[in-house]
């Protein structure tokens, strides 16, 4: 089975692999001072209680925005699973993608993955939205060509920034409005729930509708992250959500590796 690891900037997504079918993915907190010692202990544990063995990973590939991590989760694979491990966009797996922007080596490995995943899945035209320590918006076209996007800050930065900068605001948990959907706050809470929750849909929806006009084809809009079923309930932007994206965008980058030049 193929281990892929997506290192983003608030976690890491560990996930086992199985001929496209993904049978296992644990999460852990992003913290680049993590050694590979500390990621083994762990992930055996957690292989172990879904039935699986060390044994049973044959081959790793890494996504990461956070160079700082990627040391020690190369040694992990090499040391724990001893396999010699590739790295999404780096030689002998570069991203077969075009990266149509002004500076292509800027763009995030997840974003580049979420690209290729979409392009797969669903091709056509697509802007895909992905929920994470930011809110990113990524413009594919029907070719699979990466044309460039948006980048919003993330839902818990920006409740985490209100937070800390009033004294008196508390801090919440981001969910749903649920039953009354008045848009007036009757307490402080209420008020930072609409004011998060339904400005990012305004946010959202604005986005993607100025992004359709300049697009001037069809387009399939499709979500990823873990806020984005939080979202669907409210809305009618998404056409698809696909929560393990960045995931299937390393699954399908490694088929790729695989097959003759």
């Not at 029907?142 to 044309?147: D, E, L, N």
């Not at 849909?201 to 984005?228: C, S, Y």
Request: glycine share 10%; hydrophobic share 50%; charged share 20%.
């Amino acid at each position: 089975m193929l281990l892929a690891i997506d290192a983003g900037n608030t976690n890491l997504v560990f996930a086992l692999v199985e001929d496209g079918v993904i049978r296992a993915r644990w999460r852990i907190a992003t913290d680049p001072r993590r050694t590979a010692d500390e990621y083994a202990v762990w992930l055996h544990q957690l292989l172990a209680l879904e039935g699986f063995g060390k044994d049973d990973v044959k081959a790793v590939i890494i996504g990461t925005v956070v160079p700082r991590a990627l040391h020690n989760l190369e040694v992990l694979a090499t040391k724990y699973f001893g396999v010699e491990p590739l790295v999404a966009g780096r030689p002998p797996v570069e991203w077969g993608i075009e990266l149509d922007v002004v500076e292509p080596g800027s763009v995030g490995a997840d974003r580049a993955l979420n690209a290729i995943a979409a392009h797969t899945l669903y091709g056509g035209d697509l802007i895909v939205v992905d929920f994470g320590t930011a809110t990113t918006f990524d413009v594919v076209d029907y070719s699979g060509a990466y044309k460039g996007g948006i980048i919003a800050p993330g839902i818990n930065l920006s409740l985490d920034a209100l937070v800390a900068a009033a004294a008196r605001l508390p801090r919440i948990a981001m969910e749903a409005p649920k039953g009354n959907l008045s848009v007036i706050g009757r307490t402080t809470e209420d008020q930072m729930h609409i004011g998060i929750y339904w400005g990012y849909v305004a946010m959202m929806e604005g986005l993607v509708a100025r992004m359709r006009a300049e697009i001037g084809r069809p387009v399939t809009v499709v979500a990823t992250g873990g806020l984005a079923t939080l979202f669907d309930k409210h809305t009618e932007l998404f056409d698809e959500i696909e929560g393990d994206l960045t995931i299937q965008g390393l699954a399908m980058l490694y088929r790729q590796s695989l097959s003759p030049a």
